[in-house]
């Protein structure tokens, strides 16, 4: 890619990065890894034709995640805050 001037690198990460919820702390500190690794690339990249970007979806109702009437109004109520894209 930057070689080519050109290309994306999309990372998955979560809103658990930021909003970390009881019983839940390895999936938030690795999605908070995700994010963090993330930002660098973006950082390095700058100005190459590479573009980074992370990902990060809420919570998804799934079998293995409680109801959401269970989860803490808090958590409910949280947004993730944007990056700043200023150097």
Same mark, same amino acid.
Request: glycine share 6%; hydrophobic share 40%; with cysteine.
């Given at each position: 890619?930057?070689?080519?001037? *050109? =290309?994306?690198?999309?990372? !998955? ?11 839940? $702390?390895?999936?938030? #500190? ?15 990249? *700058? =100005?190459?034709?590479?573009? !980074? ?11 293995? $995640?409680?109801?959401? #009437? ?18």
């Amino acid at each position: 890619m930057l070689e080519r001037r *050109r =290309g994306a690198i999309i990372n !998955v990460a979560s809103t658990a990065a930021s909003q970390p919820l009881p019983h839940m $702390s390895v999936d938030g #500190a690795t999605k908070a890894y995700v994010l963090s690794f993330s930002r660098a690339l973006w950082h390095e990249t *700058r =100005g190459t034709g590479v573009d !980074v970007v992370a990902i990060c979806p809420g919570a998804t109702a799934t079998g293995s $995640s409680p109801p959401p #009437a269970t989860t803490p109004r808090w958590a409910r109520a949280a947004r993730p805050k944007a990056w700043s894209t200023a150097p």
